[in-house]
């Protein structure tokens, strides 16, 4: 049974979510998991697995310096190596350590020492199909308050809420200040073409798109529509991805085609251009070909998608599709 301090906890993380600019999620977030665990300081990274590479990070009560340290020595750390070998499970450094044995350790006197963490507890979760990771640590500065075994438990049951209600929170913020419209399964990737978080869907839809394709890094025809403009949209064999990007981050919505892949690309636009409400004569003039053209490529575009009208031919343009998969 959930305590009053939990429900009020994860009530207010929820509304958080739906509430706080992305900006200001990390911080707010552990604001309120300070009340269930007090620390005196903390870490949330968000980055991929291959090669540990970091591309948002939170430092509470910690100067951005101590990320460079942590670059020197992340590879030398057995509490991170844990943690990422036990997805979920969240450990304590004296796990690994003795007192004595830490503060003799470079990782104790070049790193943790320098900022003075004395206590720390780490979770991190890993997303194997998107190549993602999470981690979180928290910290104290007294040696003698050691994290208890309940406190370990808490952030350990709570650490994956707050990772999938951050990853939420960034790509409706997203899609609120695109389009306004939810076009399918959303994921979001820096400049680069790096992926920043996915929902399973939009993984699922790239993988059948593009067979043996490894994340992080998107395939390259996404990478090259993502360079083309601000907002751009690619139409594959199985999928259609619209991009739209937002300062550093651009928001990738891709659903499946469905029948929309039967259609060559010339009666896509005919299609198109009639469901929005153009002429046979307008189309005809537009494409540069004959009105007989245009009624042979709809009639095409009829019998291949199973429609009988264009009401009928909007909804399968325009509808959702994301049930299809």
């Keep these: 049974m959930l305590t009053s301090d939990m429900q009020g906890f994860l009530s207010d993380l929820i509304r958080l979510g739906h509430e706080s600019p992305p900006a200001r999620f990390k911080q707010k977030a552990l604001e309120l998991l300070q009340k269930l665990i007090p620390f005196d300081m903390a870490l949330w990274a968000s980055g991929h697995t291959e090669g540990l590479k970091v591309h948002n990070v939170y430092l ?43 503060r003799l350790l470079e990782v104790y006197r070049q790193h943790s020492g320098v900022f003075g963490i004395e206590a720390a507890i780490s979770t991190a979760i890993p997303d194997p199909e998107a190549g993602l990771l999470e981690v ?22 709570l650490f994956p809420l707050l990772s999938q209600i951050w990853h939420h929170n960034q790509i409706q913020h997203l899609k609120l200040n695109g389009s306004g419209y939810d076009r399918g399964f959303a994921g979001i990737c820096d400049r680069q073409g790096w992926l920043r978080h996915a929902e399973s869907g939009f993984i699922a839809l790239i993988k059948a798109e593009f067979p043996g394709w490894l994340s992080p890094e998107l395939p390259g025809p996404l990478v090259q529509s993502l360079r083309q403009n601000s907002n751009s949209e690619y139409k594959g064999r199985t999928i259609n991805v619209d991009l739209s990007r937002q300062n550093d981050l651009t928001l990738l919505q891709a659903k499946n085609r469905g029948a929309m ?21 307008e189309i005809a003039a537009e494409l540069a070909v004959a009105p007989s053209t ?22 399968v343009l325009h509808g959702d599709t994301r049930s299809e998969i």
């Excluded at 892949?261 to 004569?281: D, P």
Aim: with cysteine.
């Design 60 to 102: 509470h009560e910690l100067p951005q310096r101590m990320m460079q340290s942590w670059e020197n020595i992340k590879h030398q750390d057995r509490l991170l190596a844990s943690i990422i070998a036990h997805p979920g499970q969240t450990f304590d450094v004296y796990d690994f350590y003795a007192k004595a044995e830490r």
């Design 136 to 157: 979180m640590s928290l910290y104290r500065k007294n040696p003698k308050q050691r994290f208890s075994t309940a406190e370990r438990s808490t952030k350990q049951s």
């Design 261 to 281: 892949g039967l259609l060559t690309a010339r009666e896509e636009q005919v299609a198109a251009s009639f469901a929005a409400g153009l002429t046979y004569k």
């Design 294 to 315: 245009v009624r042979r490529h709809l009639e095409s575009v009829y019998r291949k998608l199973d429609v009988c009208n264009k009401l009928e031919l909007f909804q």
